[in-house]
């Protein structure tokens, strides 16, 4: 598997630069008490064994005292699990992306529309240190000073027409502003077949890590780390994603805004 993914992201990690690849990180002790937090809902915990938070997270590095900005929460997934890591000396800027145009019916799970409010709550105890925005894509904005930026499985989203279709430049640009020097911008999302760079973010919710990479990249930002945790070999990246139970191929990408 190791090769599977060495070769997923040999051209893209030769232009940005060497990083590190990461299958596992040792887990503080912080992130498994939020992870095991007795407030999460049950809904969460069930979808835990394809998510990984504990390894996510300590891959992204998150601490008590950060100030994170969270890009499109869905329904608060993570957000619950950010709030009880960051504590009272940390914040969460839940910042959602306002579709351009809605298709017609309901979103499906964690889509991306999904009200940023629903996201305020640490399953029944409200966080205290979240705040709750949302905007458009080409108005998106989020507050200097950022420890991290994260975000999840929804990236690929910002390539459709359904949400403005923005300039990922301007995009990631805004991301690496808001960071502090030093600070980490993580995107994690759903892996299309190699070589097919945007095509499938519309219909299978995909999208090839080798365009995601160059697009960080060419703002400032360094690739210090990817991580195969959330790797799947048995997806063949045709199906669309909400068919897989959660069980798609993911890329999982740790940039580094430059220190000086």
């Not at 598997?1 to 893209?12: D, H, S, T, Y």
């Not at 002790?29 to 992870?35: E, L, P, T």
């Not at 070589?195 to 945007?198: F, H, I």
């Given at each position: 598997?190791?090769?599977?993914?060495?070769?997923?992201?040999?051209?893209?990690a030769g232009a940005a630069g060497a990083a590190a690849a990461a299958s596992s990180v040792a887990v503080p002790?912080?992130?498994?008490?939020?992870?095991a937090d007795a407030s999460r809902p049950d809904s969460d915990r069930q979808r835990d064994v394809n998510r990984k938070p504990e390894q996510v997270l300590a891959f992204a590095g998150v601490k008590p005292g950060d100030q994170v900005g969270e890009l499109i929460p869905g329904r608060g997934y993570f957000t619950k699990i950010f709030c009880k890591i960051v504590g009272d000396r940390g914040h969460v800027y839940a910042v959602g992306v306002t579709p351009a145009a809605r298709a017609g019916g309901p979103p499906p799970p964690d889509m991306p529309n999904a009200p940023p409010s629903?996201?305020?709550t640490?399953?029944?105890t409200p966080c205290t240190n979240v705040?709750?925005?949302s905007a458009p894509a080409a108005e998106f904005k989020l507050p200097a000073g950022l420890d991290l930026v994260w975000t999840s499985e929804n990236y690929h989203d910002l390539n459709n027409a359904m949400f403005g279709a923005p300039d990922m430049t301007v995009f990631n640009k805004t991301i690496y502003d808001a960071l502090k020097p030093g600070g980490v911008y993580i995107v994690e999302d759903h892996a299309a077949a190699a070589?097919?760079?945007?095509r499938d973010t519309n219909t299978l919710h995909r999208i090839d890590p080798a365009v995601v990479i160059p697009a960080v990249?060419?703002?400032?930002?360094?690739?210090?780390a990817r991580?195969?945790?959330?790797?799947?070999?048995e997806d063949t990246h045709t199906d669309a994603v909400f068919k897989l139970n959660g069980k798609s191929d993911k890329f999982l990408l740790k940039f580094r805004k430059p220190s000086k």
């Open positions: 598997m190791l090769m599977r993914v060495g070769i997923l992201f040999a051209c893209a002790a912080y992130i498994a008490a939020a992870v629903n996201a305020s640490g399953g029944g705040t709750s925005s070589g097919s760079g945007t990249t060419g703002v400032g930002f360094k690739l210090e991580s195969d945790v959330l790797a799947n070999p």
